[in-house]
Antibody, heavy 123, light 107 residues
């Protein structure tokens, strides 16, 4: 069974940093692209960043480019999101997700999701 | 960025009914379209990918269709456990974008 468990959320002041972690199990982590998707309170879903299976390629939405860094440790089956220079508009629940993979091709839908970790940016 | 316009924003239907949710992309997304279900207080779950392929374990009363810029999600024989919000997502191009969601309630 695929399990994704996020941690590291909390209350942080604007301009400060926070690092999210996601522990993966139940699948071959090193085979999959991974992503972070966020959801502001009572709002819709927003893709944040993605990383290739080997960590060699990363992709970001414009509003977090230069402030957030996605990374992974395949030996630990873990995904990370380093968030610097946080803003109030970054307040959201952050979900760790797997992207689609059929054994041959990669697809950018989000196949499995963690339970999410809440990040609140406020003074 | 590709804009995803989803309708309706909310929907109320009776048990056993069939409901349809629509999603329109601002440009052709070549079937790069997924649908998600999010139950209250839970994380989203993938229902449909490639516009019309059912994800593992999803009941067959869910189906997706469409092409080009117009896509839809149909739920046959509505059941109480289908109460949720539903989101479409395009993955044809970065940044991946979601529709604003449809909240489905039982009448």
């Amino acid at each position: 069974e695929v399990q994704l468990v996020e941690s590291g959320g909390g209350l942080v002041q604007p301009g400060r940093s926070l690092k999210l972690s996601c522990a993966a199990s139940g699948f071959t982590f090193s085979d999959y692209y991974m992503a972070w998707v966020r959801q502001a309170p009572t709002k819709g879903l927003e893709w944040v960043a993605s990383i290739s299976y080997d960590g060699g390629s990363t992709y970001y939405r414009d509003s977090v480019k230069g402030r957030f860094t996605i990374s992974r440790d395949n030996a630990k089956s873990s995904l990370y999101l380093q968030m610097d220079s946080l803003r109030s508009e970054d307040t959201a629940t952050y979900y760790c997700t797997t992207e689609g993979y059929d054994g041959t091709y990669y697809y950018n839908w989000f196949a499995y999701w963690g339970q999410g970790t809440l990040v609140t940016v406020s003074s | 960025d590709i804009q995803m316009t989803q309708s309706p924003a909310s929907l109320s239907a009776s048990l056993g009914e069939t409901v349809t949710i629509e999603c329109r992309a601002s440009e052709d997304i070549y079937n790069g379209l997924a649908w998600y279900q999010q139950k209250p207080g839970k994380s989203p779950q993938l229902l449909i990918y490639n516009a019309n392929s059912l994800h593992t374990g999803v009941p067959s009363r869910f189906s997706g269709s469409g092409s080009g810029t117009q896509y839809s999600l149909k739920i046959n024989s509505l059941q109480s456990e289908d109460v949720a919000s539903y989101f479409c997502q395009q993955y044809y191009d970065y940044p991946f974008t979601f529709g604003s969601g449809t909240k489905l309630e039982i009448k």
